[in-house]
C-alpha cells in the first residue's frame, strides 16, 4: 500500500524553526520528486519547496526562500522540510507530494503534477 506520513508539526513562536518529515511505505521515495504544500484556511493550495529525483535539484517559492530547506534521506526513505525564522504566516496544513517525474522549475509546485499525498501536518506559528 503506496503511503505518504507527514510528521513534525505543532506549535511555535515567531522566529522559531521546526522540522517536518515524509516518510514513505510501500514505494521507494528516492526514485520520486517530492513536494511540500500548504494551505492556509480560506486559502488555496500553495508549493513550498520540491526536489528532484534524478539529481536532487532543489526550488523553492518566493514567500520561504533563505528560510526553508527540503532534503531527502534515501536511506530512511523519508524527505524533509527545514524551516527556520518562521512567521505568522507560516502557518497552515502542510503536505508532502510524490510523483515519478520530476518536473523543472516553479513547474513542480503545481498541486496537479503530484500522484500521492499525505494527511497533512498542522504547522502555526504564533506568540
Known amino acids: 500500500q503506496v503511503q505518504l506520513v507527514e510528521s513534525g508539526g505543532g506549535l511555535v513562536q515567531p522566529g522559531g524553526s521546526l522540522r517536518l518529515s515524509c516518510a514513505a511505505s510501500?514505494?521507494?521515495?528516492?526514485?520520486?520528486?517530492v513536494a511540500w504544500f500548504r494551505q492556509a484556511p480560506g486559502k488555496e493550495r500553495e508549493g513550498v519547496s520540491c526536489i528532484s529525483s534524478s539529481d536532487g535539484s532543489t526550488y523553492y517559492s518566493d514567500s520561504v526562500k533563505g528560510r526553508f530547506t527540503i532534503s531527502r534521506d534515501n536511506a530512511k526513505n523519508t524527505v524533509y522540510l527545514q524551516m527556520n525564522s518562521l512567521k505568522p504566516e507560516d502557518t497552515a496544513v502542510y503536505y508532502c507530494?510524490?510523483?515519478?517525474?520530476?518536473?523543472?522549475?516553479?513547474?513542480?509546485?503545481?498541486?496537479?503534477?503530484?500522484?500521492?499525498w499525505g494527511q497533512g501536518t498542522q504547522v502555526t506559528v504564533s506568540s
Open positions: 510501500g514505494f521507494t521515495l528516492g526514485y520520486y520528486a
Open positions: 507530494a510524490a510523483d515519478p517525474r520530476s518536473r523543472i522549475g516553479r513547474l513542480c509546485l503545481r498541486p496537479s503534477e503530484y500522484r500521492f
